[in-house]
């Protein structure tokens, strides 16, 4: 059996940039609890499960933040359907998606990795 052990939160390291780099030189990996806010998180989520929704891949009758899927309905990535690439497309082009990975506080980051 294998033996997983937790992320190591590196928060604590962001102002450290000779630290963060040795972390990810013996670890092979930063992870940064609680970095994005929590709402704006959220606030993708719901974006994204919007677009599950009008796809009609969300059980009726449910709340679209429970995420529960409708009976029956099975996407997998492989399966390149129609109906599949509709929906990647249509995740794709909210801008929100897009915005994310610019986030402040994740700019901030890479700012302090590579100067």
Partial sequence: MINVEPFVDCCHLLDNRE??????AEN??????????EEAVL?????????????N???HGT???EAI???GVLLSEGEETPAYRALYNDI????SLHAFPHHASIVSVLETLFD
């Fill in 19 to 24: 630290r963060l780099m040795a972390h990810t």
């Fill in 28 to 37: 092979g990996y930063l992870f940064f609890r609680n970095l994005l806010p």
């Fill in 43 to 55: 606030d993708l989520r719901r974006e994204v499960l919007g677009v599950v929704s009008n796809h």
């Fill in 57 to 59: 891949l969300l059980a």
């Fill in 63 to 65: 709340d679209p933040d």
């Fill in 69 to 71: 899927r409708r009976e």
């Fill in 92 to 95: 794709l082009r909210l801008r």
